[in-house]
């Protein structure tokens, strides 16, 4: 008994043409909006840490540059890494 009715011979270079075609146009649109837009990097790939923080009076900023967990407490301690809070 046959489910499915298989053929050995796959005609994929048929549609070799229009293939290459697609990728090509998808290249250079790829290469268009590199250059015309550019790379918006986000915080994962520029590196460091962004942390906003708000206080309801004004604060000396040169303690919480040096260590801002010490002056800040957290309200979330599920999301404050190890040793924070």
Known sequence: MEFFKIRK?????RHALVFNAIS???FLAAVFFLFSR???LSVEFTGGT?????FAQPVAIDPLRERPWVSMTCK????APRGMC
């Not at 011979?9 to 270079?13: A, R, T």
């Not at 962004?50 to 708000?54: A, F, G, P």
Request: net charge negative; hydrophobic share 50%; charged share 15%.
């Open 38 to 40: 550019g790379l918006h």
């Open 9 to 13: 011979d796959i005609p994929f270079m």
């Open 76 to 79: 979330c301690k599920t999301l």
């Open 50 to 54: 962004l942390m906003e923080v708000s």
């Open 24 to 26: 090509f146009i998808t």
